[in-house]
């Protein structure tokens, strides 16, 4: 385990100092593109029912914050029609990138900047009910001190994740845990943030 690389040069001003890094540091995981599973690309997920381990009444929406003068919002990307490994790969790398984003910019205050750099998925399990994906994600964002300050001081912080997802036809989980390690979505908890129960119209 290696610390993240810095994304950015410190922001300088009056004076400098640095946030530190979000809990867990950063490391490779290989080339994301491969998988010790054989590859799927062209085969659908055969089980289009909701997992009985999907509570679809804790359904939660995704971070979606306000615009801000320096920083705006990203657009989540749209649920794949079909799901394949290529697809699910291509939607889960799309979607991690964007929530991180909006998570950060709903949490953090008078950001300057938010940098999701490395989104990288080091495996896409297909299983009957979907799609289980693990994804490793680096991030980094500054924050800005009042210009009317003259010692005001500007902030840069950089972080890593490891977030699983789940993938289904009717449902879709997100797990982050506070460990730097995968962890099944399908046995620990997490938000879940589309579910669709057998009866409902798409």
Request: aromatic share 8%.
């Amino acid at each position: 385990m290696t610390n993240s690389p810095s994304r950015r040069s410190v922001l300088e001003t009056a004076a400098t100092c640095s946030l530190v890094a979000l809990a867990g540091c950063v490391s490779s995981e290989g080339d994301g593109e491969q998988s010790s599973r054989p590859d799927s690309a062209t085969a659908d997920a055969t089980d289009s029912s909701t997992p009985e381990w999907v509570d679809c009444d804790e359904v939660e929406s995704p971070p979606n914050p306000a615009d801000t003068d320096e920083v705006a919002p990203k657009t989540y990307p749209d649920f794949p029609a079909r799901l394949a490994r290529s697809s699910v790969t291509e939607f889960v790398t799309a979607y991690e990138r964007v929530y991180k984003h909006n998570e950060i910019l709903a949490r953090e205050r008078n950001l300057t900047y938010v940098d999701v750099g490395r989104v990288e998925v080091s495996d896409a399990e297909r299983t009957d009910e979907g799609f289980v994906v693990y994804v490793t994600v680096e991030f980094g964002w500054g924050e800005g001190g009042g210009s009317d300050d003259e010692t005001a001081t500007s902030l840069h912080a950089d972080g890593g994740s490891k977030v699983s997802y789940f993938v289904g036809e009717r449902a879709l989980k997100r797990v982050e845990p506070d460990e730097w390690k995968f962890a099944d979505p399908r046995t620990t908890a997490g938000a879940v943030l589309r579910c669709r129960s057998a009866t409902t119209t798409e």
